[in-house]
């Protein structure tokens, strides 16, 4: 259920309307490439979801608050790979641990 943002050709806006061209649509951009390329639990997804949901329009109302909430998704998701990451060197550490007692 992701969204792109409406369709604009840059080329014949002006540079006024280009910057608030990506102005407006830079934080449903930013959100949209991060539910393509992290990898998201469920339920980190249904969050994410859920804040491009307040974006029907492509749009941003409350641009800080939309920053605040991506962001603490993205510190959920963050701490999630940093806690998997550590299980991995501890499972590796015992393998190797195991290979040298051999």
């Known amino acids: 259920m992701t969204r ?7 080329n014949e ?8 061209h990506y102005h407006d649509t830079a934080p449903v951009a930013d959100l949209l490439f991060f ?3 992290a990898h998201l639990n469920e339920t980190l997804f249904a969050q994410a979801q859920g804040l491009l949901a307040l974006a029907p329009n492509g749009k941003v109302a409350r641009r800080a608050e939309w920053y605040r909430r991506l962001s603490a998704i993205q510190g959920d998701w963050r701490r999630e790979r940093e806690a ?5 060197r501890k499972a ?3 393998l190797q641990d195991a290979i040298e007692v051999l």
Not at 13 to 20: I, Q, V, W
Not at 84 to 88: F, G, K, L, S, V
């Open 92 to 94: 590796d550490q015992a």
């Open 13 to 20: 806006l002006s540079d006024e309307d280009l910057f608030r």
């Open 35 to 37: 539910m393509t390329h």
């Open 4 to 10: 792109e943002p409406a369709n604009v050709n840059v």
């Open 84 to 88: 998997a990451e550590r299980q991995r």
